[in-house]
């Protein structure tokens, strides 16, 4: 049910015309019993008091940020979202609904990724009410829908993509935050269009392996950093063993044969790849 714009008129004159009524009733109800006013007139004052009344139950207050749904006999009239205090027809039901913005923090939930590894994870949701008609009809409470279905929608993205990135063109829980967080954007207003919810931002705000595999995974991933950095050090070990024979011979500092060519690559990657300090031998005799 689309919203529409409805029509009130400006609260304040209307309270004032019914006081004015209430103070011409109250006299015409005392000005009998003074001997002031013919007693007839105690009939057109309680019908004013009773009239009065009634106008009063239309006056309703919207606030800022605020829109009134007004319905006539359970069929919705439409919307008010003109601030202060206003009036409509005394029959129209009205339920008034916050237009604003409003954020909550998911629960930490227990899910498994891509890779079937369990992990916990839980998100910050930034939402507001932006057709007031189809959060009133739509749904029984917007406010548990934007809950559940936001933790809904936060299982489905983490149950496909993997925690750790394992390809180049892989998109992952933990590398790639900014895509994550427009994909879950993506599919909480999927899902929440059809309560007049529009979802303004949402982002992880917790990432971590369960307890029970954290250990082993941790171990995996130094694992996987030692790998990397080892593959960067031969390569850089490589290309330094490359340079210095290219300019050994380029400069005919030193004549190498096959064999000693083969012992000075060996002996510069030793140096460049260990681990530790090397502690080298002086050759103080022929070199051959």
């Known amino acids: 049910m689309k919203e529409k714009t409805l029509g009130s008129v400006a609260g304040i004159p209307v309270v004032l015309a019914v006081i004015v009524a209430f103070l011409l009733a109250t006299w015409g109800i005392v000005g009998p019993v003074i001997g002031q006013l013919p007693g007839w007139t105690l009939v057109p004052a309680i019908v004013v008091i009773a009239v009065g009344i009634f106008v009063l139950c239309g006056v309703y207050m919207v606030e800022p940020n605020q829109a009134a749904v007004l319905s006539l006999f359970g069929k919705y009239a439409g919307t008010v979202k003109d601030n202060g205090l206003r009036w409509n027809n005394p029959f129209y039901a ?7 913005v409003r954020n909550f923090e998911s629960g930490r939930l227990k899910v498994n990724e891509l890779d079937g590894s369990p992990i916990e994870i839980a998100a910050v949701i930034v939402w507001q009410v932006n ?5 009133v009809y739509n749904v029984d409470d917007y406010e548990s829908f934007v809950h559940i279905q936001s933790e809904a929608a936060l299982r489905a993205m983490a149950t496909s993509h993997p925690y750790d990135q394992h390809e180049d063109d892989q998109i992952s829980l933990r590398s790639h935050p900014a895509e994550i967080s427009e994909q879950l954007k993506r599919h909480l207003d999927e899902r929440l269009t059809q309560a007049g919810v529009d979802v303004i931002e949402a ?7 369960a307890p029970e595999i954290a ?24 290309g330094m063993v490359e340079m210095a024979l290219t300019e050994l011979e380029k400069n005919g500092t030193v004549k190498l044969d096959e064999e000693r060519r083969a012992a000075m690559v060996s002996n510069l990657l030793v140096v460049l790849c260990g681990d530790r300090g090397t502690q080298p031998i002086v050759n103080a005799g022929s070199l051959y």
């Open 215 to 238: 250990q082993a995974m941790l171990q995996r991933q130094q694992a996987n950093a030692v790998i990397a950095a080892r593959t960067r050090i031969v390569s850089g070990a490589v």
């Open 203 to 209: 982002r992880i705000s917790h990432l971590a392996y």
């Open 94 to 100: 009205k339920k008034k609904i916050s237009l604003r």
């Open 131 to 135: 057709d007031a008609s189809e959060a």
